[in-house]
């Protein structure tokens, strides 16, 4: 079992930065790959970015490369999304998850922990 909490959404303006934290309590964080998705009103959960157990490898959803950068600190059970020049189109809640399969993916579906969400809102 592994428990996720995010923290760190809030409202900002459109070209601004924010940076949400994911804690994890539970097995051993660093045999778990890492992500977050994100979901806005009426719309399917997405993916957002994932990260390889050494932080080594990361992956980023078109819409965000650039702008987002996905980390983790092993030694502090902790997983980060610093989100720059923040968009409107980027307002959803964003979860945090985590899997143990060997490869990384980007679907939703192979991911066994969530978190609970946090809002994130950007105004134009």
């Known amino acids: 079992q592994v428990n996720l909490v995010e923290s760190g959404g809030g409202l900002v303006q459109a070209g601004e930065s924010l940076r949400l934290s994911c804690a994890a309590s539970g097995r051993p964080f660093s045999f778990y790959y890492m992500g977050w998705f994100r979901q806005a009103p009426g719309k399917e959960r997405d993916f957002v970015a994932a990260?390889?157990?050494?932080?080594?490898?990361?992956n980023y959803a078109d819409s965000v490369k650039g702008r987002f950068t996905i980390s983790r600190d092993n030694a502090k059970n902790m997983v980060y999304l610093q989100m720059n020049s923040l968009k409107p189109e980027d307002t959803a809640v964003y979860y945090c998850?985590?899997?143990?399969?060997?490869?990384?993916?980007?679907?939703?579906?192979?991911?066994?922990?969530w978190g609970q969400g946090t809002q994130v809102t950007v105004s134009s």
């Open positions: 998850a985590s899997h143990t399969r060997v490869t990384m993916t980007t679907n939703p579906n192979l991911y066994d922990y």
């Open positions: 990260i390889s157990y050494s932080g080594g490898t990361t």
